[in-house]
């Protein structure tokens, strides 16, 4: 198992800009999920992907969006940067079969909209 | 989604047990307790999950009241690798993680 890989780890970004965050899941997993983590908070849930399609969604804007590729990897993309947008993001992947094993999550990518 | 409460920290000695309480009073009647833990510097990380049943493995036990309004994770021997936040969570199958502000542990050597 090489567990989940994120990259990159660190990013700064202007306000306005738009950034992309890159996931591999771990090895048999077909769910990818992704998460923001404000400093000092607990992560948020900011959409699930299973089989290539966005399976559920929390309270984030359209500007956050998603992809699963064939292989399970995924991408969060961010459009026109907020600097509340600062936060570290983490991926998380898990197998959905007949049973739950639990998720395994990246160690984030940090990202600084300056 | 279920409100959690934990404390904010707590503090045990090495080498100690330790008894992480979490209260899930509006917890509904098919969401599983999943418990995680993040280390500095690192993401969360599965520790264990449960439904009805006190549940054991090579991380941890989980102790679930009766009523399963409340559960207990306990460690059986802190170790300094230990020290992490805690997070208790409610949920059905995992999809939508709504993690509170956890348990901050702290391990004494």
């Known amino acids: 198992e090489t567990g989940v890989t994120q990259s990159p780890t660190h990013l700064i970004k202007t306000r306005g800009q738009q950034v992309t965050l890159r996931c591999s899941s771990q090895s048999g997993h077909n769910t990818v999920s992704w998460y923001q983590q404000a400093l000092g908070q607990g992560p948020q849930f900011i959409f699930q992907y299973y089989r290539e399609e966005e399976n559920g969604r929390g309270n984030f804007p359209p500007r956050f969006s998603g992809l699963q590729f064939p292989n399970y990897s995924s991408e969060l993309n961010v459009n026109a940067l907020e600097l509340d947008d600062s936060a570290l993001y983490l991926c998380a992947s898990t197998f959905q079969g007949a049973y739950y094993y639990g998720y395994t999550f990246g160690s984030g990518t940090r990202l600084t909209v300056v | 989604d279920a409100k959690t409460t934990q404390p904010n920290s707590m503090e045990s000695n090495e080498e100690e047990p330790v008894h992480l309480p979490c209260n899930h009073s509006?917890?509904?009647?098919?969401?599983?307790i999943h418990w995680y833990r993040q280390l500095p510097s690192q993401g969360p990380e599965y520790v264990i999950h449960g439904l009805t049943s006190n549940v054991n493995n090579r991380m941890a036990s989980l102790a679930i009241a009766e009523d399963r309004k409340s559960s207990t994770l306990i460690l059986h021997r802190a170790t300094l690798r230990d020290a992490a936040v805690y997070y208790c969570?409610?949920?059905?199958?995992?999809?939508?993680?709504?993690f509170g502000p956890g348990t901050r542990l702290s391990v004494l050597p």
């Open positions: 969570i409610p949920d059905n199958y995992g999809q939508n993680f709504v």
């Open positions: 509006t917890i509904s009647g098919t969401d599983y």
